[in-house]
């Protein structure tokens, strides 16, 4: 069947994206008897936005199974979840959310996703999160070929450009393929189509000339088009707009969808330097994925977003690999020289931390009692002097992983719009969404709990609405 | 076709090297084969790591498919592309005697070549050694094959070119066990590779089967690859029998068809039609993505001798008390005869390499993983 011919065809649901959350609404939708089609902004090798990426989901569970050990009851999630965004959630779609999130695990596997047993403990996730096998992509596959069994019709480099909605209700769509516009005519419409931290200029708004040295871990397709649509037809935003999930990695990754490999988790083993080569944080402050995750805001926050993390010999070999070799010197004026850095500021720094290192048994796998006294700012564990050659750095940078800003849904994921209705007939799933339930900072391999429920809850809700009488 | 270098190839090693350290940072597939945590055992890879990994990796393609960073993204990795081409690299490096090392470049050619000579000897031989009358004379009863060819010179012909074959390729892998860092093997190390070996367990992608033209997962490959080293087996345990029967009992070939000899012969036999005739198949419909057409003609030469081994022998079976019987066993002799005399430069050699390299799997599953820190 070629493009058009695809186009040509009446649907019963219209859905904007290809990543997990777009396809979970898919394969229910089409289960449900609708006819449905995906607009995929990505080419077919690409597909899957930032799901593509993801390697876990975090389900809650009662007792241990094949994948995870257990039992991870549904008021535990809940706890870690307000934790994380101290209390900046929904909570009756975030209750939702950790109580359905217990089906995921089976529904999942029925549609031909593979989990795989908790191994080498690279992440020590294995009693709270289900790894599939192979990763996001795997994952994305399997959801791919039953959708496509299931009758569901794909289009990739699918862009959609317009949306035609009156009063809330939602009529059509203009879809651009190969320059191209197609209109398409469906009786509900389903938005999955990520966030918008693709689009630096859009991320700019918010953070000015800093968004240019952001480097974008996940797809370079979410660039917050369809997102940008809703909200400019009388859609109710939810999320704080500036907020964005920021990871430090390695500063020599690509601009766009570098992914899991630049992940850099060397910063509790050593100092971490700004341009100036002074300190700015307490490296030692916890464990991943704390310290992980608010070291992407704190190199942001640095002139000209960038920083330097120096090791020495003893503790190059205590991370994960890490994709690019590190700057080796055998002075730490050396080092500095491969930075640009100031060489005798550096070593000032480094001196003035080695002098505050109080002695003590270093463990890496607890909180130990290695601090610093006097340094500003302290160290609070894991502080070695620097003094054993050869000294190692990487370069940092922030690494966006997801924006925040979303549209604002129901319990029944429809959209809702400024008069505080319901749409009839707008359903939202995914990160397009995810704000609802998560106000800020994140908890590992959430994201695709919350797009999956969303996504089999659009998808049932989209199905349904066709019978509507409008 | 333009002759390849015929060294040590090191962008090979390098490209490898290059891929592994992305896979090494992410580790996703960790779950799929033995590979990934055979990498995740080290941070840094060398030469022999890398032929190591290579000869464990049984390019069921199921990373490729799952891998977030194959092309067209710019770190494009493709772990069962390269490992293919490093893999043919380790049976280079390690050949014996080295002078026939470069025969491994053009194992299809030669292959075809000692095929045909092999069978214009055996065909010509049998002429010279009786009228050639006899070679068209229809021959019945024990002893019918010797009557072309006395079974001391068959003997003579084929356990020579087979103990050669053997000493050859003991010699490699010894050789490929030393360079790629081997080390000492324990007696559970062998047995757990050899149930590995056995089961082909790292070709069922855990237990979803692996990938052949996209990624929809099936297990062909696996039930062809079956089919074709059971049948092997078979067919070798058959000559091994009649071999005891010939000599510790005194009777001689052919044998009747409810001789273990013949069942034994016609079940392995079949194997070695279905197997190797589905994995050419499967090859022809392989995603040209995940293979390397450097070996290509290797594996598509060591496929077709099977199947016209086993088409020869069964058709011998069907018509050996006719006058075709003569060219036959001619033509079924002098394929056997190339093959055995190839096996220590073609495709064959993969399953030994990949023994040794589960083994040593087996022997460092006890070993740590590196940076697990957290």
Redesign the interface.
């Known amino acids: 069947m070629t493009d058009s011919d695809i186009f040509n065809q009446p649907y019963d649901i219209l859905i904007a994206g290809g990543g997990n959350a777009a396809l979970c609404a898919a394969i229910t939708a089409a289960r449900a008897g609708a006819s449905v089609l995906v607009v995929e902004a990505a080419p077919k090798a690409m597909r899957g936005g930032n799901s593509r990426h993801t390697r876990n989901m975090r389900v809650a569970h009662d007792a241990g199974n094949d994948i995870l050990t257990g039992p991870y009851p549904v008021d535990e999630y809940w706890d870690d979840l307000l934790r994380v965004t101290g209390g900046q959630t929904d909570e009756q779609l975030a209750r939702l959310t950790l109580d359905r999130s217990k089906e995921l695990w089976d529904w999942h596997q029925q549609q031909g996703v593979r989990f795989q047993p908790s191994l080498s403990g690279t992440l020590s996730l294995g009693r709270t999160n289900a790894f599939f096998l192979g990763g996001g992509k795997a994952l994305l596959n399997a959801l791919y070929l039953t959708a496509a069994a299931l009758g569901v019709q794909v289009i990739y480099e699918a862009k959609v450009t317009d949306l035609n909605i009156t009063e809330g209700v939602f009529h059509s769509a203009q879809v651009q393929k190969e320059g191209e516009v197609f209109p398409i005519t469906a009786a509900s419409f389903v938005a999955a189509a990520g966030g918008f931290e693709a689009n630096i200029e859009w991320l700019s708004e918010y953070w000015g000339e800093a968004a240019q040295n952001f480097l974008i871990r996940g797809t370079p397709y979410n660039r917050g088009e369809v997102l940008r649509l809703l909200l400019n037809k009388q859609v109710q935003a939810i999320g704080d707009p500036k907020q964005c999930h920021a990871v430090a990695i390695d500063g020599r990754a690509p601009k766009f969808d570098g992914g899991i490999v630049t992940r850099l988790d060397c910063v509790p083993f050593g100092i971490v330097v700004n341009k100036h080569a002074e300190r700015f944080y307490d490296e030692g402050e916890d464990f991943w994925p704390k310290r992980y995750a608010i070291w992407g805001r704190l190199v942001a926050m640095q002139p000209e977003q960038v920083a330097y993390a120096i090791i020495d010999a003893r503790s190059v070999d205590l991370f994960m690999p890490s994709v690019y070799p590190p700057e080796q010197a055998n002075t730490i004026e050396e080092l500095a020289k491969k930075f640009t850095l100031d060489p005798q500021r550096l070593r000032t720094t480094v001196e003035a931390f080695n002098a505050a290192c109080r002695p003590g048994t270093f463990d890496h796998t607890v909180h130990d009692e290695c601090h610093t006294e006097g340094a500003t700012p302290p160290k609070s564990h894991w502080a070695r002097p620097i003094i054993t050659p050869p000294f190692y750095g990487y370069p940092l940078r922030p690494g966006i992983t997801f924006t925040y800003l979303g549209v604002k849904i129901d319990a029944e994921a429809r959209i809702i719009m400024h008069d505080n209705k319901p749409s009839p007939n707008m359903f939202a799933a995914g990160e397009i969404m995810a704000g609802n339930v998560l106000g800020k900072g994140y908890l590992a391999g959430i994201g695709m709990t919350i797009g999956s429920i969303f996504g089999r809850i659009a998808g049932q809700g989209a199905a349904q609405a066709k019978h509507r009488p409008e | 076709m333009p002759k390849k270098p015929m060294k040590l190839d090191t962008s090979i090693h390098a490209e490898a090297n290059r891929q592994m350290?992305?896979c090494?940072?992410?580790?996703?597939?960790?779950?799929?084969c033995a590979v990934f945590?055979a990498m995740?055992r080290r941070?840094t890879f060398s030469d022999g790591d890398l032929e190591y990994l290579a000869n464990l990796c049984h390019s069921c393609g199921?990373?490729y498919?799952?891998?977030?960073?194959?092309?067209?993204?710019?770190?494009a990795v493709n772990v069962p592309q390269i490992f293919a081409q490093l893999r043919s690299e380790s049976y280079y490096r390690s050949a014996w005697p080295r002078t026939f090392a470069p025969l491994f470049q053009r194992n299809g050619l030669i292959i075809a070549l000692a095929a045909t000579v092999a069978i214009a000897l055996f065909i010509g031989g049998f002429v010279a050694m009786h009228d050639p009358d006899a070679l068209f004379a229809v021959h019945t009863g024990p002893g019918a094959f010797y009557r072309l060819m006395p079974h001391e010179t068959m003997v003579a012909l084929f356990g020579g070119v087979f103990l050669f074959a053997v000493v050859a390729i003991v010699i490699s892998v010894r050789t490929f066990w030393r360079t790629s860092g081997g080390g000492t093997i324990g007696l559970s190390d062998l047995l757990i590779a050899g149930q590995a070996t056995a089961t082909l367990r790292y070709l069922d992608g855990?237990r979803?089967g692996c990938m052949n033209e996209d990624?929809?997962p099936t297990d062909r490959r696996r039930f062809y690859h079956h089919c074709t080293f059971y049948g092997f087996l078979l067919c070798f345990a058959s000559t091994s029998l009649a071999t005891v029967l010939h000599n510790l009992l005194g009777w001689h070939a052919p044998y009747a068809w409810y001789n273990p000899v013949v069942l034994l012969g016609v079940l392995g036999g079949s194997g070695l039609l279905i197997g190797p005739a589905g994995l050419l198949r499967a090859k022809q419909r392989r995603d040209p993505q995940v293979v390397s057409s450097d070996t290509r003609g290797m594996e598509v030469a060591f496929l077709a001798m099977l199947l016209l081994t086993s088409a020869s022998g069964l058709l011998l079976l069907v018509l050996r008390a006719t006058p075709a019987m003569g060219i036959l066993l001619a033509l079924h002799l002098g394929i056997v005869f190339a093959l055995f005399l190839t096996f220590p430069y073609g495709k064959f050699v993969h399953g030994f390499y990949r023994y040794a390299a589960l083994i040593r799997f087996a022997r460092e599953s006890k070993l740590p993983?590196?940076?697990?820190?957290?």
């Open positions: 350290t992305i090494n940072a992410c580790r996703y597939c960790e779950g799929l945590p995740t941070r199921a990373c498919y799952a891998c977030q960073y194959v092309p067209p993204h710019e770190f855990q979803g990624e929809q993983v590196a940076g697990t820190a957290d």
